[in-house]
């Protein structure tokens, strides 16, 4: 019977551990950048990850088939002040992993004062509340801060009436 050696054995554990769903165990990472109001790229141990923030949809900027929306450009701009380039993140994944287009999908955690920003982004009316099954572990929540933020006209609520408005 022939034995597999070490090396080998290691280099397989090594790319199967740096496949696409590998993350780092305890979800850190920093921020590379925003591309819209609801996706950013994260450096986690030293790969940058393209995040689907899970739970919340902002209105859209850069989608290949539709045209920007109202509210979108100051969704992004609220998340670009949420968590600046180089900004501690820590990333908490749900029961998908990635969506259609290859992307992680997480809550994401802003390190320096433990900000849910899915949360916030959805409180201040940025956002709103998208639940997607299986993915709902933040569904009440999130639900709650979408119901006070139109309630009290806030951000996309009181500007556009709603989300996916077209620009005026």
């Known amino acids: 019977m022939r034995r597999l050696r070490p ?3 290691l280099l397989v554990l090594s790319l199967v551990a740096c496949g696409p ?18 996706t950013l790229v994260v450096d986690l141990a030293g790969r940058h ?10 209105p859209e900027t850069v989608h290949p088939d539709r045209p920007p929306e109202c509210f979108g450009a100051e969704a992004s701009e609220r998340l670009r002040l949420l968590l600046a380039p180089g900004a501690g993140v820590r990333i ?30 959805v409180e201040s009316g ?23 933020a139109r309630s009290d006209d806030r951000g996309l609520w009181g500007a556009c009436g709603g989300p996916h408005a077209p620009l005026a």
């Open 21 to 38: 769903s590998a993350l780092p165990a305890d979800g850190l990472g920093s921020v590379v950048e925003v591309v819209d109001g609801d």
């Open 7 to 9: 090396a080998p054995l």
């Open 92 to 121: 908490q994944r749900d029961v998908e992993p990635r969506d259609h287009y290859g992307r992680l999908l997480a809550y994401v955690e802003r390190l320096a004062d433990g900000l849910s920003v899915n949360r916030s982004l």
């Open 49 to 58: 990850e393209t995040v689907r923030l899970l739970g919340i949809d902002t």
């Open 126 to 148: 940025h956002a709103a509340a998208l639940h997607i099954d299986p993915n709902d572990a933040l569904r009440h929540e999130l639900a709650a801060a979408e119901s006070r």
